[in-house]
């Protein structure tokens, strides 16, 4: 079903109507996990004599309502309908009288203390232990769990908030923060912005600068340890303008989050969010940072109109993502990241996605489907991997950086769908009729709605690649004995090409000899267990479960509990419910912890478990 004509997941009527500006006064209460306040939509009509307003709820404990005009106020009716799973209730607001042009409605409420957007962690469950914290998780469609609200990236509106929250915690929101006292902060956001991206997290936060722009907060215990893994913010930002343009949102600040974060990053403007898995101590996961920034304009500016087109965001953050890692590091590791990207695409159609092969579509069908359900690396890397095609096909980057940078000037501060982009490039190339036989050339169709991975790999730079084959090679093929001798041990591989080999074995049919002695001499040869790596640990965790090591269980729970970042959490459940012997022990493990876990979390891995009906 699709719930209005511009967004399948919205039931609002932003066809009719837009919210341009949002007013926020939000109390936040530990004592019994709800945000209470207010909310002023201000609503500017697309047509004459509007008499209803739909919007998104999710659960939402609405007070009173008005509507402000020059003759004051009016109280409204409401009404709520039926509640869907993943979805929410539309809201339905009556005005009293057919109204054009621009208004506000304010509405007093509450949240649920299981909003699904909102975490909430008792100080024992911090860091410092003597704080409660606060997080929030909007995207996809999770905005409508905190706020009354048109929940469709389609729509973008500016906001003002005013935060009360307990003395002693800092309050910080996906804003520039204007002032600030005892117990209360106020955040202004002069951009734009679509409702996922509505950002508030509150706790024990420290501050450390990193750069002209850029702090990094956490808790203390983190906060120099997170300042060295991502200092180089700056640089990162730097070669993004290069790319993209100037930098518009004022300040880039970076929060460590609490090991609940469901996330890799979340590019909330002013402040991303980033998981404390990135903590490598090396610097390694860093091009996630690099990734977040990327959405600066790939996202944020340039925003998708609904979630069916959602590569239009991240599979160009990752394309620019890509172009930063060549201008810091060289085109060679470029194509390495990119080729790894490939490596994850595959597992991922060949797993997550086997038995869904309509969402390893470049644009997908969400109308039978929630964003979180269709949640996957396609977006990401087929659509990485169709615009390096492009930029390839049309005459590489000298000829294809001015297009992108005129593509983002163009279309920020809008949303926009696929069909746009596409225009946009035909316009673009077209002023060159020597262009004309490379256009003719591409396959939208198959680009955009073919299944499976994308029709045509790039011509790659393999070199960092071949090593990794190499070794996954030796050591899938042969005996102990050979590996053990091999001179191939001696040749040192980066952080990330370890991760590219363990994720190479992991592609193989067949390992040969896959023994307890075999796994220690490859904890050895790569000192995994001397790395703070998570992407490493995931991996190696990953082969434990493939040679049904059943004495490592206690490691394998260890990892599993030690965050849940669905990236990790997800493969590694799924494959154990597919071992009979663990399935048990996984399902047990899984009830034990869901409730620390962020909703989306538990909810996935319900399902990976097989047991998404009887347990939630
Ligand atoms: N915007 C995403 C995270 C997201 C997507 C949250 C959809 C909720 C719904 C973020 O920018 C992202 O892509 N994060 C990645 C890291 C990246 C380097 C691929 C992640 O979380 O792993
Ligand atoms: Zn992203």
Known sequence: MRLSPIDPSSYSNAHELIVRHVDLDWTVNFENSTLSGTVSLHFKTLKDDIEEIFLDANELSIASMVVKTTAGEVPLNWDVGSYVENIGSKLTIYLPMKTSGEFTVRIEYETSPKASALQWLTAEQTFGKKHPYLF??????????????????????????????????????????????????????????????????????????????????????????????????????????????????????????????????????????????????????????????????????????????????????????????????????RDFHSLHGLSELTDCIKTQLASTPALTKLVVDLSECSPDD?????????????????????????????????????????????????????????????????????????????????????NYDRTLLDACQKHAKLWAENELEIVASSPILSETLSSIQVIEFLAQLLEKKTLKDLTAEKIALLDKTYRIHETKNAEIRFRFVRLFIRARMMDKMDEILTFL????????????????????????????????????????????????????????
């Open 374 to 458: 269709a949640f996957s690396t396609v977006p990401y890397i087929k659509g990485s991997t169709f615009l390096r095609y492009l930029e390839d096909l049309l005459g590489g980057p000298e000829k294809f950086e001015p297009f992108f940078r005129s593509y983002l000037n163009k279309f920020k501060n809008q949303s926009i769908m696929t069909n746009e982009f596409k225009k946009a490039l035909y316009d673009w190339f077209r002023e060159d009729p020597s262009n004309e036989e490379y256009l003719e050339r591409i396959d939208w169709d198959r680009w955009l709605f073919g299944e499976g991975m994308p029709p045509v790999i790039p």
């Open 136 to 333: 929030s998780q909007c995207q996809a469609i999770h905005a409508r769990s905190i706020v009354p609200c048109q929940d469709t990236p389609a729509v973008k509106f500016t906001y003002n908030a005013t935060l009360h929250y307990p003395q002693g915690v800092t309050g910080l929101m996906s804003a520039v923060k204007t002032k600030s006292d005892p117990g209360v902060s106020y955040f202004h956001q002069s951009i734009p912005i679509p409702s996922y991206l509505l950002a508030i997290v509150v706790g024990a936060l420290v501050e450390k600068p990193i750069g002209p722009i850029s702090s990094v907060w956490a808790e203390q215990e983190q906060v120099d340890e997170a300042a060295e893994e991502f200092s180089q913010t700056a640089e990162f930002i730097a070669k993004a303008e290069e790319i993209c343009g100037p930098y518009v949102w004022g300040r880039y600040d970076l929060l460590v989050m609490p090991p609940s974060f469901p996330f890799g990053g979340m590019e909330n403007p002013c402040l991303t969010f980033v998981t404390p898995t990135l903590l490598a101590g090396d610097k390694s996961l860093a091009t996630v940072v690099a990734h977040e920034i990327a959405h600066s304009w790939t996202g944020n500016l340039v925003t998708n109109k609904n979630f069916e087109h959602f590569w239009l965001n991240e599979g160009f953050t990752v394309f620019v993502e890509g172009k930063i890692v060549g201008r810091l590091f060289g085109n060679t590791s």
């Open 561 to 616: 509990n030690s965050n849940f970042r669905m990236k990790f959490v997800r493969p590694i459940y799924k494959e154990l419910a597919g071992w009979p012997e663990a399935r048990p022990i996984a399902i047990d493990n899984y009830k034990k912890v869901k409730d620390q876990m962020m909703s989306v979390c538990a909810y996935t891995v319900s399902k990976d478990l097989g047991i998404a009906d009887n347990s939630n």
